[in-house]
Nanobody, 123 residues
Framework: QVRLMETGGGEVQAGGSLRLSCTASGYSTSDNCMGWFRQVPGKERERVAF???????GYADSVKGRFVISRGARKNLVNLQMNSLTPDDTAIYFCAGARAPFTCPTTTTDNVWGQGTQVTVSS
């Protein structure tokens, strides 16, 4: 069965950086559009970034210029480099890919989801 798993979360002080990684089994991160999402209790899930099969990228306005999504050298690996973190970035971060072909994951598509990793940014 398809499985995605996130690693790299933790606690950092404001202004710091973290690098999240997503590994996949039974799902190609190189052939599909992949996305990173985050969610805070009481708020809507937000798509932070996505990367297409030809390496085109897109970012939410809230993170543009601070976060970078990329594919790692290792097969089935997608990273999210997060810089200049603020307490507003505190959330559970998920990686995801849409089950439908030729589709980038959004909050409303049918996606394959990871379990999530907690990111906490302190003031």
């Amino acid at each position: 069965q398809v499985r995605l798993m996130e690693t790299g979360g933790g606690e950092v002080q404001a202004g710091g950086s973290l690098r999240l990684s997503c590994t996949a089994s039974g799902y190609s991160t190189s052939d599909n559009c992949m996305g990173w999402f985050r969610q805070v209790p009481g708020k809507e899930r937000e798509r932070v970034a996505f990367i297409g099969p030809h390496d085109g990228t897109g970012y939410a306005d809230s993170v543009k210029g601070r976060f970078v999504i990329s594919r790692g050298a290792r097969k089935n690996l997608v990273n999210l480099q997060m810089n200049s973190l603020t307490p507003d970035d505190t959330a559970i971060y998920f990686c995801a890919g849409a089950r439908a072909p030729f589709t980038c994951p959004t909050t409303t598509t049918d996606n394959v989801w990871g379990q999530g990793t907690q990111v906490t940014v302190s003031s």
